[in-house]
């Protein structure tokens, strides 16, 4: 008997576990793609090489992709925070100053904010959970879905 139709976007009930490709287990292979995120560009490089090298774990293979997908979401809003943070500070010098504190502030937040997706993405993924997070969840799902 078939097994039953799964509707797009829905996760598998079951969580596959044992050892991948890359020799650790799947979910502690998960877990370290969002861990090493922390560390620059550390993160981007690990989740990329998990994601090339494993062919056949579903689970390692989306919270690699999902991994990847953060590490650029966080690289675009620091590069735009940046850019931001120039054009707004020319000019006036007493203003320019309470523009940079502002936005040192704003990026302090998004930061925390990004930081808890972060680390509630490694949690899950350590459960051998198919966690999306908001928006890149599901395009992870539909890259390792092909």
């Given amino acids: 008997m078939a097994t039953p139709y799964e509707p797009p976007g829905a996760l598998p009930t079951d969580a596959p576990g044992g050892k991948t490709s890359v020799g650790l287990d799947a979910n502690l292979a998960s877990m370290i793609c969002y861990l090493t995120m922390i560390c ?61 504190w502002g936005l040192i502030l704003v990026r302090i937040l998004i930061a925390l904010f990004l930081l808890i997706f972060l680390i509630l993405a490694a949690i899950k993924a350590y459960q051998g959970q198919y966690y999306k997070l908001p928006i890149l969840g599901d395009i992870a799902w539909n890259i390792v879905n092909k």
């Fill in 40 to 100: 620059c560009g550390l993160g981007i490089i690990i989740s990329l090489v998990f994601f090339i090298m494993e062919k056949t774990n579903r689970l390692l293979r989306f919270h690699a992709m999902q991994a990847l997908l953060f590490g650029g979401v966080w690289i675009v809003i620091g590069v735009a925070i940046r850019i931001l943070s120039m054009i707004l500070s020319i000019g006036d010098l007493d203003m320019g100053l309470f523009i940079f």
